[in-house]
Structure formats: C-alpha cells, structure tokens
C-alpha cells in the first residue's frame, strides 16, 4: 500500500481542484491510501497560519495514523504546500518521491509594497478575501515573520518531479529552472505554457506523475 499526501496552497483547501481530480484518479486503486490534508479547515486556523505550523499539522497528521512509518510515501505539494513538503521530506524523511505543482521552493513574501507590509505588520493582521471561505478572513503577520525562516531551498530528500508554467507570475518559474539545475541528479522539471494556475493542465500532470511514480506501484495500471 502506497501512501499519497496531498498539500495545497495558500488560499486553497483539501477540497481544491487538483486535490479533487487526485482522489477521484486515485479512487479506483486500492493499492494508494490517498489523503488531502486540510491546513485551513475553519477561518480561525488561517488566520494563524505560518509554514512551520503547516509543517507541524502535516507532521501529527501522519503519526495520528502511523503514516510513512517505513518509507515508501508519497507527498504532492501544490504552491505554499510544496514548500511545506520539501521541508517536510527534508525534516523527517519517510518520502519516497516528492511532486510539486508550481512550488514555492523558498518564501516569497509576495507582492506587497514596503508601506503595505509595514502596515500589515504594525496592524498585527490583515483580511484578504478567501476563495474556500467566500469570505474575508484576517490573517496575522506571523505568517510573513516565520515565512522568513523558510528562504533558503533545502536540498530535495527524495527524487523530485516538478511542474511549473513558464508564465507564473506568482512563484517564479525561474526558482524551479535554478533547483532542477543544482540537483539534475535528483529533479525532473517539466514546464507547461501556463500561469500559476495549472488546472488546464490537470492530464498532463497525471500523465507525468503516474510515470514518475511507476516504480513506486502507482504507475498505470499498478
């Protein structure tokens, strides 16, 4: 049995488009355990979100259900959630292979101006509108001030595939273009003519990821 973790974005949830065509694609193979771990389930939890809290709920996530206790698993990390799983991989290992859909592979604080993120930051939190919620919900500077501790990549702790868009203008394709070419040993980088948004795309990802993962009994046709 293969485990599959799936991590989504920032102003995402469990309940995303990609985590949704993964489960129903996974849905027929009883030989995959796969499960979509919610980082923001209620507004409260987003508005304390920070990456190491991300890091520590996927964390309890897998020991609450003896997950990954002898390797063999599997982490697809979309945006913000594959930042979380190469550090993830990186901190307690048990990862057989990593998937990461347009990563955040180093903490970008976004598009903010100096003025804003000074305000943000003497205002101790700030509501930005949240897709999963349909509403606005506050979210507290900590996320900015832990996010900094996150600015380095990390190695890759298990062979790594990446698909990123040529034109994101949210996660720079550029940041996958410098990792692939570090750890050419250990990273496969497939660009796609796409924004940061990669749902137009969703078969192209599955053909790439079940080839990836086809030593792992996840291939086509198991």
């Known amino acids: 049995m293969t485990t599959l973790l799936h991590l989504h974005g920032f102003l995402s949830s469990a309940r995303s488009t990609k985590a949704r065509f993964f489960r129903e694609r996974f849905a027929a193979r009883p030989d995959v355990a796969f499960h979509a771990i919610d980082f923001s389930p209620t507004p409260r939890d987003f508005e304390y979100l920070t990456v190491t809290g991300m890091i520590n709920r996927l964390r309890q996530f897998v020991l609450d259900r003896g997950l990954l206790k002898s390797g063999g698993g599997v982490i697809i990390g979309s945006s913000l959630g594959g930042l979380v799983a190469v550090h993830y991989a990186h901190r307690f290992g048990g990862v057989d292979r990593l998937v990461l859909l347009a990563p955040g592979l180093r903490w970008l604080s976004g598009r903010l101006t100096e003025e804003e993120m000074r305000a943000w930051e003497e205002a101790g939190a700030a509501s930005i509108v949240h897709p999963a919620f349909g ?18 990549p990390v190695p890759p702790a298990a062979p790594t595939l990446i698909v990123h868009g040529r034109r994101d203008e949210t996660v720079p394709f550029a940041h996958s273009q410098s990792y692939a070419e570090t750890f050419p040993d250990r990273v496969r980088l497939v660009e796609v003519d796409a924004g940061h948004d990669l749902n137009a795309h969703l078969d192209t990802i599955w053909e790439e990821t079940t080839a990836f993962l086809a030593h792992t009994g996840v291939g086509p046709g198991g």
């Open 135 to 152: 509403k606005e919900v506050p979210l507290r500077f900590d996320l900015e001030l832990d996010g900094r501790l996150y600015r380095e």
